[in-house]
C-alpha cells in the first residue's frame, strides 16, 4: 500500500505522485493494476488515495 495524491484521471489510468515528495516523480499507472482507497484528504494538487499495485509495477515505476 502506498500513499498518493491523484493528480489526474482518464478512463483508463491515473496519474499519481507519492504524497510525501514534492510531486517530482509523476507517475501513469493502468486502472486495471490499481486499486484505490481515498482518504478523505485534499492537498494542493488533489485527493490523497492509498494505493495497492503489483510489485513488479511499483517497482519499474520507483514507488517501492
Partial sequence: EICVVILAETPKAYLISDADTDGSHEVWLPK??????????KTKRGPVANITIPEWLGKKHDLI
Avoid: M, N
Avoid at 486495471?32 to 484528504?41: A, C, F, I, N
Fill in 32 to 41: 486495471s493494476q490499481v486499486e484505490v482507497e481515498l482518504t478523505g484528504k
